[in-house]
């Protein structure tokens, strides 16, 4: 009995320092705990907006869906590519969303364009483009979202 005891004892004492540190990573987060719904929703927008503004990130993948550009997607210029090879599909840009709300009013799009990752084909694959806040963003399916960094210019050495 004393023996069962002292490795029960031997075994708490180990698992203490392992229990200790997966909860000492949450010890700087702050408690949402005890907020409402709607206080949890501004918090997570505002979270996501610090997320996408901060410099430690590369890029995001952005599910497929009509996104309002200022709200869910900071304006900025950005670089829109497929998200995995083997996609093709619809990107849209444009001011106004249809009567459904899921997708684009027709005489509001300025850009529409198809969209491949197949390197093989004459498809565009990657967008370039300004998103100005107040219009909307059409993905027709995941897409890898990085901030523009411009184009290499060719170094030319000349004699």
Not at 71 to 93: L, N, Q
Not at 129 to 158: A, W
């Amino acid at each position: 009995m004393k023996k069962l005891i002292t490795v029960i004892l031997v075994l708490s004492l180990l698992s203490f320092p392992l229990l200790s540190l997966s909860e000492s990573q949450y010890e700087n987060c702050p408690d949402v705990s005890g907020l409402s719904f709607i206080e949890l929703m501004y918090t997570y927008g505002a979270v996501q907006r610090a997320m996408w503004a901060s410099d430690e990130w590369t890029s995001v993948d952005v599910p497929a869906g009509v996104y309002l550009i200022g709200t869910e997607i900071p304006a900025g210029h950005w670089t829109i590519s497929p998200a995995k090879s083997g996609d093709f599909y619809t990107i849209g840009y444009g001011s106004q969303l249809n009567t459904t709300q899921t997708g684009l009013e027709d005489h509001s799009i300025i850009e529409w364009l198809n969209i491949s990752s197949d390197s093989s084909d004459t498809m565009i694959h990657s967008l370039d483009i300004v998103l100005e806040e107040g219009f909307y963003l059409y993905l027709g399916h995941t897409s890898n979202f990085t901030p523009y960094v411009g184009k290499k210019l060719p170094d030319f050495h000349f004699d």
